[in-house]
């Protein structure tokens, strides 16, 4: 199994930078394991991850040194919800769309279908604290995506093998970017 997960890894982490979605060193994904969650550690390249590059954060007690910054974030979610996996990245056009909408509706019809509506977040401290961490935890325990604004977004992946659900969560994101892109240029041509 952990073969299957650190393959599922890999090819998020090189899908993620390819598609524009991270730089080379952000963004953190996991799943969640039966003592916590397995998450990419801070700082590295996540085009390139090694099975060194993953480290297990327990659900209670103190998140160990090397981990994602965003931690303390992935631990709430799984706490609030029933996630199996959680993607966190910066598309670029959602982001952008976040500075001047409370929230995305997609135009499109695979949007319409798998994101209904993307809340945006807005809390005092956006990244790696408590408050960043209950806004993210409880927007997903009713939409599979949102974005914190100005930051990035995270999305939720259910399926109950963690592999699967981590591919589910990646999906989400990229369905995420094309709904904003497709919204940014009907909003170009004045019609949004």
């Known amino acids: ?9 890999r090819q998020v982490g ?9 730089s080379a060193t952000a963004g953190n994904f996991s799943v969640r394991t039966k003592e916590g969650f397995l998450i990419t550690k801070s700082g ?6 090694t099975p060194e590059d993953l480290l297990e954060v327990p659900l209670e007690g103190p998140i160990p040194e ?10 709430e979610v799984y706490r ?3 996630a199996q996996a959680l993607v966190h990245a910066h598309p670029r056009v959602a982001v952008a769309l976040s500075l001047e909408l409370d929230r ?32 993210v935890a409880e927007a997903l325990a009713r939409h599979p995506v949102c974005l914190l604004r100005g930051h990035g977004a995270f999305a939720l992946g259910s399926k109950e093998k963690p592999e699967e659900a981590l591919l589910q969560a990646y999906s989400l994101m990229t369905t995420l970017e094309e709904s904003a892109e497709i919204l940014l ?3 170009l041509w004045g019609r949004g």
């Open 1 to 9: 199994m952990l073969a299957r997960v650190f393959t599922a890894f």
């Open 14 to 22: 090189e899908d993620l930078f390819r598609q524009r979605l991270i």
């Open 44 to 49: 590295v390249q996540k085009a390139h991850l």
């Open 66 to 75: 090397g981990a994602s910054v965003e931690s303390v974030i992935h631990r």
């Open 80 to 82: 609030r919800t029933g």
């Open 104 to 135: 995305i509706l997609p135009l499109d019809l695979e949007g319409q279908y798998y994101l209904k509506e993307v809340p945006v977040l807005a809390p005092k401290t956006v990244s790696a604290t408590e408050e960043a961490a209950l806004s």
């Open 185 to 187: 240029y009907r909003r």
